[in-house]
């Protein structure tokens, strides 16, 4: 049977905290929320509040899962961490259970300050969950905002879009390579007709995923028309999948095969 694939609560008092877990402490908030005004649509403008949290420290992962407290104020409908950290390697985060949101993980790469957003809403679980390697030292700042966070619907749309693609080029590779549930003509015709499919999307987007698109559609079409090339290597995927999970539309794959 079908089953999802990902590929990757109660608001709290806003008071001061301190993070006991994983070697993790967090500072003071600001003293007041902070309005300014924005204009609408419309043109009328309307009063947002933006309040600095508790700044959490910590080294390495913040285990075990979900992570440390993470206070939500009850007028919070989004939150930017600003979160940094050193060394060129590889970090993701997660605000609350993101799969369970519909939201998604965030990651990029130690090189000082990047701005993540997420959006804040009754599912939103009061939990930050840090993973970096062991010894990488980093600070998260949260800034809480009554604006709500607004997804790209076109970016949405090809997302969706994509990730049937994906799953059909996943499972074939799945389905031949890990199960031998079909021989190559089969897995040929599959991929041949996924590739039908990501033509069509690329010749339709209108996001900035076009090009990551266009190079994925080349390769797939050449040196990548090789059983388990896509499981291999995910390079081209990569920037399809961080814009998709930047705009809490993530891909979700739907596998044919395994538990």
């Excluded at 003509?185 to 690329?202: F, K, S």
Aim: glycine share 8%; aromatic share 8%.
């Amino acid at each position: 049977m079908p089953h999802p694939r990902s590929a990757l609560g109660a608001a709290a008092a806003f008071a001061a905290l301190v993070v006991m877990l994983a070697g993790c402490t967090a500072a003071e908030p600001e003293a007041d929320p902070t309005p300014t005004a924005t204009a609408t649509a419309t043109g009328e403008t309307v009063a947002q509040v933006s309040t600095t949290g508790p700044v959490i420290t910590g080294t390495g992962p913040t285990e075990p899962y979900p992570g440390v407290d993470f206070p939500l104020p009850d007028h919070a409908r989004s939150v930017t961490i600003d979160f940094e950290c050193e060394g060129g390697l590889n970090f993701h985060l997660e605000v609350g259970d993101p799969m369970a949101a519909g939201e998604a993980a965030l990651r990029g790469t130690c090189d000082g300050i990047m701005s993540l957003t997420w959006p804040v809403t009754e599912q939103t679980a009061p939990k930050l969950f840090v993973w970096t390697p062991e010894d990488v030292a980093w600070t998260a700042t949260p800034h809480f905002s009554t604006a709500e966070f607004l997804r790209d619907e076109a970016i949405t749309t090809e997302c969706d879009a994509f990730s049937d693609i994906y799953s059909a080029f996943s499972n074939a590779d799945i389905g031949y390579t890990e199960y031998q549930a079909f021989d190559q003509a089969e897995w040929t015709r599959r991929v041949d007709a996924a590739i039908v499919d990501l033509e069509t999307l690329v010749g339709a987007s209108e996001t900035t995923m076009s090009d990551p698109f266009t190079a994925l559609l080349s390769w797939v079409q050449g040196d990548g028309h090789t059983p388990g090339a896509l499981l291999q290597d995910t390079s081209l995927i990569d920037p399809i999948s961080d814009t998709c999970n930047t705009n809490h539309s993530p891909l979700i794959l739907i596998g044919e095969f395994g538990g």
